[in-house]
């Protein structure tokens, strides 16, 4: 025991064996660390696969919803285009004064031809007296009461008429 070369031995032994110990700690724990990261890199998996299933199928209801919201729009577009095809203000403005000429013509039947471009003047004349004032929103809150049957001249004469009596 007196021999350097024992010492050295007994000190490089030791030193050596104090390395094997922490060398195989090191494997046990890096093993277990390896379990564990294998385990949670599974279980990391499953959810990852849970998830991706909940996505898909709230993608096939967004993608269902969708193509219900597609059909809808093309109904509402035909709709609409069925709708543009009936007739405008101006038919309906031009029918409001063919009205109103056929009332005035009834009652001055006699010469048909002038009575008529009369009438039909004096309903422009009046349609378009309507258009502006109190008669405008008399005729949109109720159509049929914003047209009179006698014509503006003939409401003169009536007036005029009376004061002479």
Do not use: C, Y
Request: charged share 20%; net charge positive; no cysteine.
């Amino acid at each position: 025991m007196q021999n350097p070369f024992v010492w050295g031995l007994l000190l490089g032994l030791l030193i050596a064996g104090f390395l094997w110990k922490s060398g195989f700690t090191a494997r046990r724990h890096a093993t277990a660390q390896m379990r564990r990261v294998q385990g949670e890199l599974r279980e990391l998996q499953g959810h990852l696969n849970t998830q991706l299933k909940i996505n898909a199928s709230g993608n096939e209801v967004l993608h269902t919803e969708l193509e219900s919201l597609r059909r809808q729009n093309e109904n509402l577009r035909v709709n609409l285009a069925a709708l543009q095809q009936k007739p405008g203000r101006a038919e309906q403005r031009l029918l409001q004064i063919h009205e109103t000429a056929i009332r005035a013509l009834r009652e001055q039947a006699p010469g048909f031809a002038a009575a008529w471009e009369k009438a039909f003047r004096q309903a422009e004349i009046e349609l378009a007296a309507t258009d502006s004032g109190l008669k405008k929103l008399i005729r949109r809150v109720i159509p049929g009461l914003g047209h009179s049957t006698a014509s503006p001249t003939q409401s003169s004469i009536v007036v005029t008429g009376e004061q002479d009596q």
